[in-house]
């Protein structure tokens, strides 16, 4: 087990390096004017301007040597100071935003969460009771009911679904609006008396103890996490099925069962069990799912998170914005995904013996 | 291995046997096993019946929906005039409408041309753009998926085939590429591209291909990992057969089924990638005729998508019928190809 963690772990440099090299070549795709960008809010003008910020800045030297100032900063030759520099969180400026990338990224990051937050409640509950339950009616309505919604749920284009609930719940019904807040709730925020101490309105407004403000946020939320979160729901409704139908054809079944068992304590003491342990792994999934999904959702539904950045950043070819999200959502996916193989490995001894 | 041959009662007629083994010699067991499943399967019937509309619809689109005049490029969508509010289905076309009513077209109960799906904003005829919609998925689909096909098993058979500080290298590729989610890194990639190849179907093409290929290189080189240590494989190499002949001949062949899984399920999830990247504004210009673009015009009518419904409605059905075919079929062959499945 501590041999395959630490394998894990070694390979980790590696791949960050990758990551890094990879996100820094697309960056390579802009001319040496747009890359100054990562150093001055705005770029100059005249040429001759221009060419000092490009020589202070080492923009044309070998791509290895960029690629390490870019990397750890590069100590300015006029001031002495160190700037830039992706390790110590500078990922230069944004066009669109017209501050740091990582100011952008900070403001919106707990909108992001907070809709990730409660995505996960659906999708666990609705995924994996569906999932057991379908199982447990093999071919019968509850196997077909959950066949249709995993494939319905892959084919439905985020997009597409998202505007369909909103055409449907808001435009005709009017039941739930879009955007975080209504906007008698969304000044009230911002007064002294209302502590944001997770940016997070949804929270904050339980712990400031406004419950009229946490039911607001709640039907704004709705629409979001259904169009987040059902492509999860479908995946994990399928994984949990057939590995749930898979544990119920093992011999210690038939054992357990020949001896007598109650059903109900087959499927609680053996059965569950094995079963859910193939549905931990398809967490990286999930998240990659959730990461692809907030871009699409948040720009939908009017969202100030980062997908909506990114989304923005993209139609305007702000590029340093974009690779800012990059780099946040592949350090984070890198993270996830290295968590669930190290469970997966606790979680299952089969693993543990390779 | 045919355990429906030998389990199949002796009286089964001999002109069934004779038409079954006559499909085996010409295709193989395995191909016949699959072929035989994929139209005996309710689910992939339907899937196959949904596919066969969309490839109808994409060629007799220009039956359907006629190019307003010969020299028409049928990639982009006629405008009726250039006014903001998108106009509901039935309202007369006024401008620039074919100059050919087809034969077909009196069952809508017109003389003269109205938009049958109506406008999107800037008037461009959504009927058109569904109908020519359908050429654009597949033919992006099919080079998206058979470009990424081509790098995956490229990669993924060099890597399984020669192990060692090959395999370890191209795998390590294979994990920097999928560090990214799929559709950020698309994103991304495409966005980057487009001052380079304009706005068309070439920068999210090339961005999807570009993160598309990993999922294949993974699976054929596990595949193959197993499938070489076989005894026919060590045979063939024990009788001196080159590398190449051993891949092509004895390892692909036996090692690609699964990988036919993931290629029909990819057709229809890159369409709606492709979509997705057109629906944010990093795809095809404006007009062009497809899905995702003319889903796109509906962002601006978001508060009053009730009156303006059909911007997304039409566009939408497509979408969604196309990715449920495919993934029909994708589930339907994943049943049949699955060993714990076989012969139930």
Redesign the interface.
């Known amino acids: 087990m501590t041999a395959y963690i630490i394998r894990r772990l070694l390979?980790l440099p590696?791949?960050l390096i990758?990551?890094t090299l990879?996100i820094f070549a697309?960056l390579q795709?802009?001319g040496p004017v747009e890359r100054s960008a990562l150093y001055v809010r705005d770029i100059p003008h005249s040429e001759t301007a221009l060419d000092a910020v490009i020589r202070r800045y080492g923009l044309d030297q070998p791509f290895y040597k960029q690629y390490w100032y870019w990397l750890v900063g590069r100590v300015d030759p006029e001031t002495g100071e160190t700037v830039g520099g992706v390790l110590r969180g500078e990922l230069g400026y944004s066009r669109t935003g017209r501050e740091p990338v990582v100011d952008t990224l900070k403001r919106r990051i707990p909108m992001t969460v907070e809709l990730a937050i409660w995505s996960m409640i659906p999708i666990v509950f609705i995924g994996i009771w569906l999932g057991i339950k379908a199982a447990l009616n093999h071919n019968k309505w509850p196997d077909q009911l959950a066949r249709v919604v995993a494939?319905?749920g892959?084919?439905?284009?985020?997009?597409?679904f998202g505007?369909?609930v909103?055409?449907v719940f808001?435009?005709?019904l009017g039941w739930f609006p879009?955007g975080r807040l209504s906007t008698e709730f969304s000044q009230e925020i911002l007064k002294p008396g209302f502590v944001n101490y997770t940016q997070m309105v949804s929270i904050d407004s339980l712990l400031n103890l406004r419950f009229d403000i946490f039911l607001d946020s709640l039907r704004h939320l709705i629409l979001p996490v259904v169009t987040l979160s059902y492509l999860s729901w479908a995946l994990l409704l399928k994984v949990t099925r057939s590995s749930m139908l898979?544990a119920l054809?093992q011999d210690y079944v038939t054992t357990a069962r020949a001896k007598g068992l109650s059903e109900k304590v087959v499927v609680n003491r053996h059965v569950r069990k094995n079963a859910l342990i193939p549905v931990a792994t398809i967490a990286g999934t999930t998240?990659?799912?959730l990461?692809?999904g907030v871009?699409?959702t948040e720009?939908?539904f009017?969202l100030p998170g980062i997908g909506s950045a990114?989304?923005a950043?993209?139609?305007s070819?702000d590029?340093l914005t974009?690779?800012g999200?990059?780099l946040f959502?592949?350090a984070l996916?890198?993270l996830v995904n290295l968590v669930v193989d190290i469970m997966y490995g606790v979680l299952d001894p089969r693993v543990r013996l390779e | 291995m045919s355990a429906d041959v030998v389990s199949s009662p002796v009286q089964l007629d001999d002109e069934y046997l004779d038409e079954q083994s006559r499909l085996e010699k010409l295709v193989g067991p395995e191909w016949a096993r699959l072929l035989r499943g994929i139209v005996t399967n309710p689910l992939s019937v339907a899937g196959l019946i949904i596919l066969a509309g969309f490839v109808l619809m994409a060629v007799f689109a220009p039956v359907l929906a006629p190019p307003i005049n010969e020299n028409w490029d049928s990639k982009i969508i006629p405008r009726d005039g250039f006014s903001a509010e998108p106009k509901p289905p039935g309202t007369p076309w006024e401008r620039n409408k074919p100059n050919t009513i087809p034969f077909w077209y009196g069952i809508t109960g017109n003389d003269d041309w109205v938009h049958l799906f109506g406008t999107t904003s800037g008037q461009y005829d959504i009927w058109y753009g569904v109908i020519w919609g359908s050429r654009t998925a597949l033919f992006v689909g099919t080079l998206v998926v058979t470009s990424s096909a081509i790098i995956g098993i490229l990669i993924g058979s060099t890597a399984g085939f020669y192990g060692g500080w090959v395999d370890e290298t191209l795998m390590?590729?294979v994990?920097?590429?999928i560090?990214?989610?799929?559709?950020?890194?698309a994103?991304?990639?495409?966005?980057?591209?487009?001052?380079?190849f304009g706005r068309s179907i070439w920068p999210a093409s090339i961005a999807l291909i570009a993160f598309g290929w990993t999922g294949y290189a993974r699976l054929l080189r596990g595949d193959i990992l197993s499938t070489k240590e076989r005894d026919y494989v060590q045979a063939a190499q024990a009788s001196g057969a080159r590398d190449i002949h051993l891949i092509l001949r004895h390892i692909l062949p036996n090692a690609i089924y699964p990988t036919l899984v993931v290629l029909s399920l990819d057709m229809?999830?890159i369409v709606?990638s492709f979509?997705?990247l057109s629906?944010?504004?990093?795809g095809v210009q404006e007009g062009y005729a497809d899905w995702?673009q003319i889903?796109s015009f509906?962002?601006s009518w978001?508060?009053?998508?009730?009156?303006h419904?059909y911007i997304?409605?039409f566009?939408?059905i497509a979408?969604?019928?196309y990715?449920?075919g495919w993934?029909?079929v994708g589930?339907a062959l994943r049943d049949i190809l699955d060993p714990?499945m076989r012969g139930r």
């Open positions: 390979v590696i791949i990758g990551v990879l697309m795709v802009l494939i319905l892959y084919s439905f284009p985020t997009f597409v505007l369909l909103l055409l808001y435009a005709r879009p898979e054809r998240v990659a799912a990461l692809n871009v699409i720009t939908i009017n990114a989304a950043a993209a139609l070819l590029v974009m690779l999200f990059a959502t592949a996916f890198i | 390590r590729l994990e920097i590429f560090a990214f989610p799929f559709l950020v890194a994103l991304i990639l495409a966005s980057i591209l487009v001052p380079i229809g999830a709606l979509a997705a629906f944010l504004g990093i995702g889903v509906a962002r978001i508060l009053t998508l009730d009156k419904w997304i409605v566009p939408g979408l969604l019928l990715g449920m993934n029909l589930d714990k």
